[in-house]
């Protein structure tokens, strides 16, 4: 009888694990802009490592999925992160804001907020502020366009361009968080401009960026 209790509660955990891990992820685009490049020559790159890229901008756009028994679909959010050296370092340590569209309802902004800090925390380390604001993502065409209001902006193309660098072009490292087929991109112009929490930064004229279809 014990044998036959310990089979029944061996199948119903597995069929537990099976429905978890058979839950759908929350998929959109997605975009990311830091203050050095990702796509260059590696002379270029050391020399970057060692005094830039300790900020990123990172948005978000959702197309479908739920958490928490909350549908995100249509919510965009953008969050701007700060570490004391180069983000891609693996002790650096990062800070971040996270910006969420006014237009998400209560709900749904407690549940992003919720899925980022379980499946994003490693690459926004220490939230250190939610603020609720207008954020617009158009993706279409052939460069990104990211806007919180009075607070930042980020404008990328989906390509890559040659710069200074005379060295073979290398990618490096990843983005944040998971992407399909992720892509290096241009940086026409990032800025962020809010001092009340992390400081101000803008970047332009970059292969910083990288850009595609998100999973978490």
Known sequence: MKRLYFGAFAIAGALVASSAQAAPAITGDYVESRSANVFIGACHHEGEVQTNGRNAVLAWSIKDGSFNGVSLKGVTAVAV???DKHVELADAR????LY?????????REALVSLLKERAAKA???LVGVKVAPVAFDASGDTYRVHVANTAQLKVRK???????K???E?????????KDAK??????AEFKDNSLIESWSASDQNNAYFGQFEL
């Open 167 to 169: 060295q073979n072009y």
């Open 124 to 126: 926004l380390g220490e």
């Open 100 to 108: 969420v569209s006014d237009s998400a309802t209560a709900a749904q």
């Open 81 to 83: 992160v700060a570490a």
């Open 171 to 179: 990618l490096w490292g990843k983005p944040f968080v998971s992407v």
């Open 159 to 165: 390509q890559t361009q040659q710069l200074c660098c």
């Open 184 to 189: 290096a991109g241009y940086c026409v112009s």
């Open 94 to 97: 990062r800070r971040s804001v």
